[in-house]
């Protein structure tokens, strides 16, 4: 749907995000204009695996051996690559813990990322808790890691890391 859209303008940033996506596996895609000096082009890639969204090497070369014709580029000023995973770590205790809430929440948590994970965003503590609220059978939690806002890098996508259920007080933190 997006191709039809988006004309192609002969190597401006959103053609290569279309070129990248046109690769099956690759729903995620990042132009980066000067990557590796004056002239060179970096693209970054990713799937919408929530658990796991960087692409292996052999996606990865299947990208950029799709764009490569395409691009006005040429072939030693085009960097495509995978994103950087970054882990965030959770700690929450529930106020009614069962099996099926921690799945619940666990499933939450990793649509969040995937909806709101963005290069050189963040990841706000508000959201993460709105996650856990939004879960299935969630009656209350308190969220006690991470503490502030997860800022991610120009290359980071995150990914839900550990989680530690912890024991709910019926206090505030």
């Known amino acids: 749907m997006e191709r039809y859209y988006w004309i192609p303008q002969g190597g401006a940033d959103p053609d290569y995000v279309i070129w990248a996506k046109e690769i099956a596996g690759i729903?995620?895609?990042w132009t980066f204009r000067h990557?590796?000096?004056t002239g060179t082009v970096g693209v970054m890639?990713?799937?919408s695996n929530p658990v796991n969204p960087a692409p292996g090497d052999d996606l990865?070369?299947?990208?950029?051996?799709h764009i490569l014709p395409l691009a006005p580029v040429a072939g030693g000023g085009l960097f495509?690559?995978?994103a950087t995973e970054k882990s965030i770590p959770v700690t929450v205790a529930l106020a009614k813990d069962t099996p099926e809430i921690r799945t619940a929440i666990i499933?939450?948590?990793?649509?969040l990322m995937l909806r709101d994970?963005?290069?050189?965003?963040k990841i706000y503590v508000s959201r993460i808790s709105e996650?856990?609220?939004?879960?299935?059978g969630e009656v209350a939690h308190q969220l006690r890691v991470p503490a502030a806002d997860v800022v991610l890098g120009k290359t980071e996508l995150p990914v839900l890391g550990n989680i530690t259920w912890a024991t709910y007080t019926g206090e505030n933190g």
């Open 27 to 29: 729903t995620r895609a």
């Open 107 to 111: 499933a939450e948590l990793n649509a």
């Open 131 to 136: 996650a856990i609220s939004l879960a299935t």
């Open 80 to 82: 495509v690559f995978a």
């Open 35 to 37: 990557y590796k000096g």
């Open 45 to 47: 890639v990713a799937t």
């Open 60 to 65: 990865v070369k299947a990208v950029r051996d």
């Open 117 to 121: 994970g963005a290069p050189s965003g």
